[in-house]
């Protein structure tokens, strides 16, 4: 995977603003990716996220969108225990 970090900066931003039901379905389905995982999260960033889907839109060829796939999977992971993990934890207390 290249490292970009303009663009991992621009898509962890992106993935900062996504609601939180996406948050789980993302976070979920791109750790797994099981069967129709990739193609159901990828729609759902067409659907409702245009600038993440514009990045994707922007790449050369599918190495760049696997690059890309991998980074929002990261910041996903990385939002989800940032937004769950914390009340996760309290709850078990």
Request: glycine residues 2%; charged residues 30%; aromatic residues 6%.
């Amino acid at each position: 995977m290249k490292n970009n970090s303009k663009q991992d900066l621009a898509i962890r931003d992106i993935v900062r603003k996504i609601e939180d039901d996406d948050v789980r379905f993302l976070h979920m389905r791109l750790s797994q990716r099981i069967g129709g995982d990739l193609a159901e999260s990828l729609i759902l960033i067409q659907d409702n996220y245009p600038e993440l889907d514009n990045l994707l839109a922007d790449t050369p060829n599918a190495e760049a969108v696997y690059d890309i796939v991998d980074i929002v999977q990261k910041s996903v992971q990385d939002e989800w225990r940032r937004r769950f993990a914390p009340a996760k934890m309290m709850t078990q207390n």
